[in-house]
């Protein structure tokens, strides 16, 4: 099913920050080459401008196509429901703009992607229940249209998200915990395993918010949840203390992720998707697969070491959100709006590749150059300037996408 009244609002203003946070990385990876350039903005240097593009990444573009899949399963596609999409995403949108104005004057806590400090801090928040009202409101309207399963499964999602502008509030502040903890040792495959199949259990309700249409008759419904259960039931066995990582239940623990690269693949597969978004899930199961591997190998005893906080863990994170996330944001995106065409998808794609595969081989050659870092050899340079090509070609594909809303 499509719902394509409102697709376009969530398109324009997703793929807004998309390209919003795309400028400032460009800009940043020029910098990173050019140093001399952060002279032209002044007293908004580096340390300035990343807070913007990683919390514009985050809650803007990462975000805000799943608050579309919210809204298609809550909201009614009519004039009323419109105008309340609109105004929910203004507010989204208000409080990012807002929030990049906080960041760029120092107004910031100092915790990665919880830099909400000061008068921006509540600003989120405040969107987010915006939104919950919204839905909220629709729910409400329309009780009578959902079966009791649908009534019960929805009531229980808006329990749920109405903790969540308290919790953002709330781990924003700096007495909650310190921005670097010194007696963390880091991320153990407990916590590994459980953040991740929380992202699998987003995924795994995507064809339900979307209402797309079995193939099987919803099979792949039932195992993929029992399949899922067990995966928790690991969790909740292993260590979840200050374990190290060459603990042999630690690394047993995220290996239980292997499995989940066909099962979600499989899974997703079992729908029918509108032809525009089904290059997007493909590629988004290819980024999985990588991901979830490459991820499970640097978290061994020695690989672990090596690539720490190193421009391997910028890679990492450039394969979960420009290619993972990006994917399956533009399948969403897809699929609400009944269309789309296939302009930038290997532009993306490629450029995205490139970036991630030159920062991983900067962050595997760190350890054993740091001189030639330091000193800004040229190779070390090349490598740079290979990765500001490549952002900039996932910049123009971006923007692409943007026009395309509005043609």
């Known amino acids: 099913m499509t719902t394509s009244g409102f697709a376009g609002t969530v398109e324009r203003h997703a793929l807004g920050w998309l390209v919003a946070a795309n400028l400032v990385g460009v800009w940043l990876a020029a910098v990173l080459l050019w140093p001399a350039l952060a002279g032209i903005t002044g007293p908004w240097g580096y340390g300035r401008w990343m807070p913007l593009h990683l919390n514009w990444q985050l ?204 099962l979600l693949a499989v899974y997703l597969g079992r729908f029918e998707w509108h032809p525009a978004a089904r290059p997007w899930l493909r590629a988004g199961m290819a980024w999985w697969a990588l991901l979830v591997g490459t991820g499970f190998l640097t978290f061994l005893p020695g690989l672990s070491e090596r690539l720490k906080f190193t421009n391997a863990l910028v890679s990492h994170a450039h394969l979960a959100m420009a290619g993972l996330v990006t994917s399956l944001n533009l399948l969403m995106l897809r699929q609400l709006r009944g269309g789309g065409t296939r302009r930038g998808f290997w532009l993306w794609q490629l450029g995205c590749a490139v970036q991630v595969a030159v920062l991983m081989y900067a962050g595997w050659t760190e350890v054993s150059s740091e001189a030639d870092w330091f000193l800004r050899a040229d190779w070390t340079q090349a490598i740079y300037g290979v990765r500001l090509a490549a952002g900039l070609a996932m910049l123009v594909a971006s923007i692409t996408w943007l026009k395309e809303t509005w043609a």
């Open 59 to 262: 809650y803007g573009w990462c975000s805000l196509p799943i608050v579309g899949a919210l809204v298609a399963w809550f909201v009614r596609d009519d004039r009323v429901g419109r105008l309340h999409v609109r105004v929910a995403l203004g507010a989204w949108s208000l409080a990012l703009g807002l929030g990049g104005v906080s960041w760029l004057t120092g107004v910031t806590s100092g915790k990665l992607f919880l830099d909400w400090h000061g008068w921006a801090r509540p600003l989120l928040p405040l969107a987010m229940l915006v939104l919950w009202s919204v839905l909220a409101l629709q729910f409400w309207g329309r009780r009578h249209e959902f079966s009791s399963g649908g009534k019960w499964l929805r009531g229980a999602a808006l329990a749920l998200l109405l903790v969540v502008p308290n919790l953002l509030f709330w781990a924003a502040g700096r007495e909650v915990y310190p921005s670097v903890n010194p007696h963390s040792g880091g991320a153990t495959g407990a916590s590994l395993l459980g953040s991740t199949l929380g992202v699998i259990v987003i995924f795994g309700l995507l064809p339900v918010m979307l209402r797309v249409r079995s193939r099987d008759g919803g099979a792949a419904g039932r195992w993929f949840w029992a399949a899922l259960a067990l995966s928790f039931a690991v969790y909740a066995r292993v260590n979840h203390g200050d374990a190290s990582h060459r603990a042999p239940g630690q690394i047993g623990a995220l290996g239980v992720l292997l499995a989940w690269v066909p």
